[in-house]
Protein backbone atom coordinates (compact mmCIF):
# COMPACT_ATOMS: atom_id res chain seq x y z
CA UNK A 1 0.00 0.00 0.00
CA UNK A 2 1.49 3.75 -0.96
CA UNK A 3 1.48 6.08 1.87
CA UNK A 4 2.69 9.43 1.58
CA UNK A 5 3.14 11.53 4.58
CA UNK A 6 4.24 15.22 4.17
CA UNK A 7 5.79 17.49 7.09
CA UNK A 8 7.37 20.46 7.80
CA UNK A 9 5.01 23.32 7.40
CA UNK A 10 4.76 26.06 9.43
CA UNK A 11 4.18 29.65 9.75
CA UNK A 12 7.57 31.86 8.00
CA UNK A 13 7.42 35.56 7.45
CA UNK A 14 7.97 36.91 3.68
CA UNK A 15 11.55 36.03 2.85
CA UNK A 16 11.80 32.99 5.14
CA UNK A 17 12.45 29.36 4.16
CA UNK A 18 10.94 26.31 4.64
CA UNK A 19 11.63 22.56 3.43
CA UNK A 20 8.47 20.27 3.02
CA UNK A 21 9.17 16.53 3.30
CA UNK A 22 7.33 13.53 2.12
CA UNK A 23 7.99 10.23 3.13
CA UNK A 24 7.13 7.77 0.56
CA UNK A 25 6.59 4.14 0.90
CA UNK A 26 4.78 1.17 -0.50
CA UNK A 27 6.43 1.64 -4.21
CA UNK A 28 7.14 -1.40 -5.61
CA UNK A 29 7.64 -0.84 -9.47
CA UNK A 30 11.22 0.65 -11.01
CA UNK A 31 9.39 4.20 -11.71
CA UNK A 32 8.11 6.69 -9.59
CA UNK A 33 7.32 10.39 -9.48
CA UNK A 34 6.49 12.28 -6.91
CA UNK A 35 4.91 15.86 -7.03
CA UNK A 36 4.37 18.35 -4.70
CA UNK A 37 1.22 20.69 -4.99
CA UNK A 38 -0.03 23.22 -3.00
CA UNK A 39 -3.67 24.96 -2.24
CA UNK A 40 -4.95 28.12 -1.23
CA UNK A 41 -7.80 29.44 0.50
CA UNK A 42 -10.74 29.74 -1.81
CA UNK A 43 -8.46 28.73 -5.31
CA UNK A 44 -7.83 25.25 -7.07
CA UNK A 45 -5.57 23.10 -6.03
CA UNK A 46 -1.78 23.33 -8.42
CA UNK A 47 1.12 21.51 -9.31
CA UNK A 48 4.46 23.11 -7.76
CA UNK A 49 7.05 20.52 -8.49
CA UNK A 50 7.96 17.13 -9.36
CA UNK A 51 10.80 14.43 -9.03
CA UNK A 52 10.82 11.84 -11.59
CA UNK A 53 13.43 8.19 -11.35
CA UNK A 54 13.24 9.19 -14.89
CA UNK A 55 17.20 10.39 -14.73
CA UNK A 56 15.92 12.15 -11.54
CA UNK A 57 14.59 14.61 -14.03
CA UNK A 58 12.37 17.71 -12.31
CA UNK A 59 10.59 20.60 -12.97
CA UNK A 60 8.66 23.62 -11.65
CA UNK A 61 5.81 25.72 -11.65
CA UNK A 62 6.89 29.33 -13.37
CA UNK A 63 5.83 30.35 -10.26
CA UNK A 64 8.27 28.97 -8.31
CA UNK A 65 11.01 28.77 -10.34
CA UNK A 66 14.60 30.39 -9.00
CA UNK A 67 12.93 29.85 -5.33
CA UNK A 68 11.90 26.31 -4.63
CA UNK A 69 14.29 22.90 -4.95
CA UNK A 70 12.96 19.83 -5.03
CA UNK A 71 14.90 16.85 -4.13
CA UNK A 72 14.97 12.94 -2.77
CA UNK A 73 17.18 11.18 -0.59
CA UNK A 74 16.89 7.42 -1.77
CA UNK A 75 18.26 6.05 2.04
CA UNK A 76 15.27 8.20 3.68
CA UNK A 77 12.54 7.42 0.85
CA UNK A 78 12.17 10.99 1.27
CA UNK A 79 11.19 13.66 -1.16
CA UNK A 80 12.11 17.46 -0.17
CA UNK A 81 11.01 20.76 -1.44
CA UNK A 82 13.19 23.01 -0.47
CA UNK A 83 11.11 26.50 -0.51
CA UNK A 84 13.40 29.84 -0.40
CA UNK A 85 12.14 33.72 -0.66
CA UNK A 86 8.95 32.94 0.29
CA UNK A 87 5.92 35.01 -0.35
CA UNK A 88 2.43 35.64 1.35
CA UNK A 89 0.94 33.55 -2.58
CA UNK A 90 3.21 31.21 -1.41
CA UNK A 91 0.51 30.32 1.30
CA UNK A 92 -1.24 27.10 1.13
CA UNK A 93 -1.71 23.52 2.00
CA UNK A 94 0.84 21.39 0.49
CA UNK A 95 0.20 18.27 -0.82
CA UNK A 96 2.54 15.87 -2.12
CA UNK A 97 1.36 12.64 -4.35
CA UNK A 98 2.82 9.65 -5.93
CA UNK A 99 3.09 7.72 -9.09
CA UNK A 100 4.48 4.12 -10.13
CA UNK A 101 3.56 3.68 -13.60
CA UNK A 102 5.46 5.63 -16.14
CA UNK A 103 3.92 8.46 -17.97
CA UNK A 104 5.19 11.57 -20.34
CA UNK A 105 6.41 14.11 -18.23
CA UNK A 106 4.52 17.04 -19.68
CA UNK A 107 1.54 16.18 -17.36
CA UNK A 108 3.78 16.17 -13.84
CA UNK A 109 2.42 19.14 -12.62
CA UNK A 110 -1.10 18.43 -12.93
CA UNK A 111 -3.41 16.43 -10.62
CA UNK A 112 -4.28 12.87 -12.82
CA UNK A 113 -1.03 12.22 -13.06
CA UNK A 114 -1.00 10.96 -9.54
CA UNK A 115 -2.89 8.22 -8.21
CA UNK A 116 -1.52 8.75 -4.43
CA UNK A 117 -2.21 11.75 -2.28
CA UNK A 118 -0.65 12.53 0.77
CA UNK A 119 -2.87 14.46 3.65
CA UNK A 120 -1.20 18.23 3.54
CA UNK A 121 0.62 20.27 5.25
CA UNK A 122 0.33 23.96 6.00
CA UNK A 123 2.32 26.62 5.04
CA UNK A 124 1.83 30.38 5.55
CA UNK A 125 3.42 33.43 4.95
CA UNK A 126 2.83 36.35 6.31
CA UNK A 127 4.56 39.57 8.62
Known amino acids: QVQLVESGGGLVQPGGSLRLSCVVS????????IGWFRQAPGKEREGVSY????????GYANSVKGRFAISRDNAKNTVYLQMNSLKPEDTGVYYC????????????????????WGQGTQVTVRS
Open 26 to 33: GFTRDYSA
Open 97 to 116: AGEESWMVLNGALSEPYYDH
Open 51 to 58: WSSDNGRT
